[in-house]
């Protein structure tokens, strides 16, 4: 059974940190790429990071790069997001996303967990 579970979320002032975590099982987690989005109220769902599935490649939305950092442990199948220097746009449930090859079968999703920044 494919689960990904994310855990870090919480609240947190503007300028703060958090450490997202998501906790995968039931596939092979090394051959996926990983990446984490997020949706804030009222908002469509929107990339934040990836990651390639050995950890070479790394990608980030123009409004994280230089805050946010994706990285991943494959010997713990947990893949991370550090928050820095968090703003309140940045308030959101962030998903860990799962993905082979770009396929829409192999293609999991975490439940979610929320973020929010404010004083």
């Known amino acids: 059974q494919v689960q990904l579970v994310e855990s870090g979320g919480g609240l947190v002032q503007p300028g703060g940190s958090l450490r997202l975590s998501c906790a995968a099982s039931g596939f092979t987690f090394n051959n996926y790429v990983m990446r984490w989005y997020r949706q804030a109220p009222g908002k469509e769902r929107e990339l934040v990071a990836g990651i390639s599935s050995g950890g070479g490649r790394l990608n980030y939305a123009d409004s994280v790069k230089g805050r946010f950092t994706i990285s991943r442990d494959n010997a713990k199948n947990t893949v991370y997001l550090q928050m820095n220097s968090l703003k309140p746009e940045d308030t959101a449930v962030y998903y860990c996303?799962?993905?082979?090859?770009?396929?829409?079968?192999?293609?999991?999703w975490g439940q979610g967990t929320q973020v929010t920044v404010s004083l």
């Open positions: 996303n799962a993905n082979f090859g770009d396929s829409r079968w192999l293609d999991y």
